[in-house]
Each structure stands twice: as structure tokens, then as C-alpha cells.
Nanobody, 121 residues
Framework: QVLLVESGGGLVQAGGSLRLSCAAS????????MGWFRQAPGKEHEFVAG????????SYTDAVMGRFAISRDNTKQMVNLQMNNVKPEDTAIYYC??????????????WGQGTQVTVSS
């Protein structure tokens, strides 16, 4: 089992940058595929980015491609989401997610509590 705690959310102006972090507690962090999701008011839960446990293969949703970057540090048991050139439509609660030995970045069974990101225009 893994516990996830997000941090780094806040208010940022459009065009600015923000870095989200997710700290994981528990064993064998390196065996977890990690991901970021978001949910905006009135919208569905949306996949943002994921990084696989075995080969660090990365995937992004089209809306953030070229602006966001996911990374992981297995030694520190953390996964980060660097958000650049943010837009008002990036406003959402961002959630960290994990799935052990997951072969893809699509499905997760552990979730953090979320951190609010608000982008002002």
C-alpha cells in the first residue's frame, strides 16, 4: 500500500509556471506507475500525465503536451509535475495517483487528496 500527499498548488497568472509534488510513503515506490489527474468544476476527472514504473515511459493528454512535464525520483519517493505556460483552463484540483506494476499509465488504484491549482487570466 502507498499513501500519496500532493503539494505545490496555488494561484498563478496565465503564462506562469507552477510545480506540483507528490510524496509517497510505503515500500517499493519504484514498482509503482505514477500519474497526475485533474478535475475542474463541472467537468469529469481527466488524465494529465503518467510515468511507468519499469521504463519511465511517459504519456500526456494532448491539452498539456509541450507545457507540462512529469518526472519521478525513486530515491526520494516523489513524482513531480512541472506546469509551464499555464492557461485558465488548467484550473482544477490536481490528484496524484499510483498503481503497482501497472503496465500502462491508464489505470490507478491509489489516490492522493488533491491540490488546488487556479490560473487567473
Amino acid at each position: 500500500q502507498v499513501l500519496l500527499v500532493e503539494s505545490g498548488g496555488g494561484l498563478v497568472q496565465a503564462g506562469g509556471s507552477l510545480r506540483l509534488s507528490c510524496a509517497a510513503s510505503g515500500r517499493s515506490f519504484s514498482t509503482y506507475t505514477m500519474g497526475w489527474f485533474r478535475q475542474a468544476p463541472g467537468k469529469e476527472h481527466e488524465f494529465v500525465a503518467g510515468i511507468r514504473w519499469n521504463d519511465a515511459s511517459i504519456s500526456y493528454t494532448d491539452a498539456v503536451m509541450g507545457r507540462f512535464a512529469i518526472s519521478r525520483d525513486n530515491t526520494k519517493q516523489m513524482v513531480n509535475l512541472q506546469m509551464n505556460n499555464v492557461k485558465p483552463e488548467d484550473t482544477a484540483i490536481y490528484y496524484c495517483a499510483a498503481a503497482r506494476w501497472a503496465p500502462s499509465t491508464s489505470n490507478y488504484n491509489y489516490w492522493g487528496q488533491g491540490t488546488q491549482v487556479t490560473v487567473s487570466s
